[in-house]
């Protein structure tokens, strides 16, 4: 079964940067179309950024622009550039699939002041 460890959240100033990480182990991402959610406090959560095999990227209108995600199918590692912070941006941050298909990770905590 597959796990996921996200990682690199972090308290930041408004118009600060994160790199967000998601580390998976016991398979494979490399063939999945991976996204990187947030759910902001009392919210829903949203998928706003995925990735699929071959590194095509697409981004909900919220983000574009200041978000990018990457993977590295080696490191079987999905990565979530995060600049230009707002104070919406406050939320837990999570990977999974697109869909998603996977058991959820814990997340990592993003927090931005103004």
């Known amino acids: 079964q597959v796990q996921l460890v996200e990682s690199g959240g972090g308290l930041v100033q408004a118009g600060g940067s994160l790199r967000l990480s998601c580390a998976a182990s016991?398979?494979?991402?490399?063939?999945?179309?991976m996204g990187w959610y947030h759910q902001a406090p009392g919210k829903g959560r949203e998928l706003v950024a995925a990735?699929?095999?071959?590194?095509?990227?697409t981004y909900s209108d919220s983000v574009k622009g200041r978000f990018t995600i990457s993977r590295d199918n080696a490191k079987n590692t999905v990565y979530l550039q995060i600049d230009s912070l707002k104070p919406e941006d406050t939320a837990v941050y999570y990977c999974?699939?697109?869909?998603?298909?996977?058991?959820w990770g814990q997340g990592t905590q993003v927090t931005v002041s103004s």
């Open positions: 999974n699939t697109h869909l998603p298909t996977l058991t």
């Open positions: 990735i699929n095999s071959i590194g095509g990227t």
């Open positions: 016991g398979g494979s991402l490399s063939l999945w179309t």
